[in-house]
């Protein structure tokens, strides 16, 4: 089954859940609050590597549209276990470079 992220609506606290594609989002550990999926990780598994890099850049790309440039960056990092591209890896440390300067 594959492992998705969940974040907070409330306190933005961050967990990974196994569970299956129509399941509800569970709810916040911390404060009891809904949880919206962010993404799973299992699907960059299923699909070749220009896929999964091509599935990763535009998630982050969708973050930073919205604005969210810490959720890219945590988005990417996480990625990059995954999807060991050049490219991913380059637009992790681009942004790790963003967020400490
Ligand atoms: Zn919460």
Redesign the pocket.
Known sequence: MPIYEFR?K??G?VVEKICRIDEEPPL?P??R?EMVRCFSTFSFKSSNVSEREKRVLNLAAGYLRDGKVEDAHRFLKKAAQHVKTDTVKKAADKLSAKLEG
């Open positions: 907070c409330n306190c606290v916040c911390t404060c609050a």
